[in-house]
């Protein structure tokens, strides 16, 4: 099982400013990865595909970045609807989430 | 407007049974693989099972394999889900999704609200 491990588990940010988020694979998943983020009570919404490729209606302000074990959620310019958990997922062999970040308000 | 609506979710004794139902709209359901993803309370989300277009082929996680049973109908433009032998670490909100990519690895674009299942006696 390819185990994803996201850093950290809790990033306190304020709003305007950058958000860095981690994630890594135990093995390599060449860009077989997404991100998703979820809000209290709601379904994930997909954010990220392919490491770097922003889902339909994904603001410019989301970039994804990486490749074979250590990718990167970007988040600039923080608005108050990005507070939220953000999950990575590799989809290279089977299919397995990070345990997320949760992104909250400094 | 794509929409997933997931039913069937509730309360069960350990050992027993449920089937989940998610009806699809607003995109070409039969062209889509589909799958099943969960949340326990307060967890992170766990892929569950993934269902091809036709439904001829099925995968499951390791934990469910035996015990779950996905299946879909195009014409009814619906997905399922059949649970036997139900344990409480089945306890989640179970997702429906829309699977995109390739049939080597799937990304989840579109989601249902979910459906709480219960495990308890």
């Known amino acids: 099982e390819i185990v994803m491990t996201q850093s950290p588990a809790t990033l306190s940010v304020s709003p305007g400013a950058r958000a860095t988020l981690s994630c890594r694979a135990s093995q390599s998943i060449d860009s077989n990865l997404a991100w998703y983020q979820q809000k209290p009570g709601q379904a994930p919404r997909l954010l990220i595909y392919?490491?770097?490729t922003r889902a339909t209606g994904i603001p410019a302000r989301f970039s994804g970045t990486g490749s074979g074990t250590e990718f990167t959620l970007t988040i600039t310019s923080l608005q108050s609807e990005d507070f939220a958990v953000y999950y990575c997922?590799?989809?290279?062999?089977?299919?397995?989430f990070g345990q997320g970040t949760k992104l909250e308000i400094k | 407007e794509v929409q997933l609506v997931e039913s069937g979710g509730g309360w069960v004794q350990p050992g027993g049974s449920l089937r989940l139902s998610c009806a699809a709209s607003?995109?070409?359901?039969?062209?889509?693989?589909m799958s099943w993803v969960r949340q326990a309370p307060g967890k992170g989300l766990e892929w569950v099972a993934n269902i091809r277009q036709d439904g001829s082929l099925t995968f499951y996680v390791d934990s469910v394999k035996g015990r779950f049973t996905g299946s879909r109908d195009n014409a009814k433009n619906s997905l399922y889900l059949q649970m036997d032998s139900l344990r409480a670490e089945d306890t989640a909100v179970y997702y429906c999704?829309?699977?995109?990519?390739?049939?080597?690895?799937?990304?989840?674009?579109?989601w249902g609200q979910g459906t709480l299942v219960t495990v308890s006696s």
């Open positions: 997922q590799q989809y290279h062999f089977w299919y397995t």
């Open positions: 392919g490491a770097s």
């Open positions: 607003g995109f070409s359901f039969r062209s889509y693989w």
């Open positions: 999704a829309r699977g995109s990519g390739s049939d080597f690895g799937l990304y989840f674009d579109q």
